[in-house]
T-cell receptor
Framework: GENVEQHPSTLSVQEGDSAVIKCTYS??????FPWYKQELGKGPQLIID?????GEKKDQRIAVTLNKTAKHFSLHITETQPEDSAVYFC??????????FGTGTSLTVIP | DADVTQTPRNRITKTGKRIMLECSQT?????MYWYRQDPGLGLRLIYY???????NKGEISDGYSVSRQAQAKFSLSLESAIPNQTALYFC????????????????FGAGSRLTVL
């Protein structure tokens, strides 16, 4: 089955700086890569996603890049704000029937 | 109202007890999932269901069972709880079909925190 690795497990940045979280996947058939944000006491919520036919996608301060050859994808958050502090999960899916999640990154934005 | 509702939100129980976690969704979606979250391990799939008559095991189904009582309800049971089943459990359902090879966006409930003593 698919194996998704996520790094780093914890990340601290100063407010206004950028944050980058990286994931790798093992199954070259995976073609859909969502990112989820989990705030304390809540379930994960989708923040951005990318399909395998696209190399980059941006939505305001967040962007995701995908390198199919290397089988890795990354989440970029620019101009970080305290409300960006949360746990972030990457995931990979082939059919959309099963999603394989990374182990999570706890992001802390220091005011 | 939340699309996905989980009950109970918190539960403390003892080893050997039977526990049921319930999930209901309001959008009439066919697919429902149960995940387990542990620190440092991310989210792991326990069971999933594509309709009332379809139940599938996920990565870590041992020690768990599920019941899809209706399209809107998907329950997770621990027949005899053990301490290493202490975790945060999430139910999820995909409300939006992206139209690409069946890819769907997962919407999660708020979670059920289970502690087994």
């Amino acid at each position: 089955g698919e194996n998704v690795e996520q790094h780093p497990s914890t990340l601290s940045v100063q407010e206004g700086d950028s944050a980058v979280i990286k994931c790798t996947y093992s199954d070259s058939a995976s073609n859909y890569f969502p990112w989820y944000k989990q705030e304390l006491g809540k379930g994960p919520q989708l923040i951005i996603d990318i399909r395998s036919n696209v190399g980059e996608k941006k939505d305001q301060r967040i962007a995701v890049t995908l390198n199919k050859t290397a089988k890795h994808f990354s989440l970029h958050i620019t101009e970080t704000q305290p409300e960006d502090s949360a746990v972030y999960f990457c995931a990979a899916s082939f059919t959309g029937n099963q999603f394989y999640f990374g182990t999570g990154t706890s992001l802390t934005v220091i005011p | 109202d939340a699309d996905v509702t989980q009950t109970p939100r918190n539960r403390i129980t003892k080893t050997g007890k039977r526990i049921m976690l319930e999930c209901s969704q309001t959008k009439g979606h066919d697919r429902m999932y149960w995940y387990r979250q542990d620190p440092g391990l991310g989210l792991r799939l326990i069971y999933y269901s594509f309709d009332v008559k379809d139940i599938n095991k996920g990565e870590i189904s041992d020690g768990y069972s599920v019941s899809r009582q209706a399209q809107a309800k998907f329950s997770l049971s621990l027949e005899s709880a053990i301490p290493n089943q202490t975790a945060l459990y999430f139910c999820a359902t995909p409300p939006r079909n992206l139209g690409l090879s069946g890819a769907n966006v997962l919407t999660f409930g708020a979670g059920s925190r289970l502690t087994v003593l």
